[in-house]
């Protein structure tokens, strides 16, 4: 997760199987906005996943 603190800093939280982490290095901050740019880039608008959704959930009926 990618939030932004009171202060307007950028935080990155990872949560893994026992715990979870927050990390505030810049460094590794901006790395994970960049990879999170990245995937949000790939992926299909709301209406178009809908739409996928509902095609495939046809070919399953």
């Not at 901050?29 to 960049?34: A, I, P």
């Not at 809908?50 to 070919?59: F, G, N, Q, S, W």
């Amino acid at each position: 997760m990618i939030a932004s603190s009171s202060q307007g800093e950028d935080l990155v939280y990872l949560a893994g199987q026992r715990h979870g982490q927050v990390i505030d290095r810049a460094d590794y901050v901006r790395q994970m906005v960049e990879v999170w740019e990245s995937i949000r880039g790939e992926a299909l608008s709301q209406q178009q996943s809908l739409d996928l959704i509902a095609e495939v959930a046809e070919t399953w009926s």
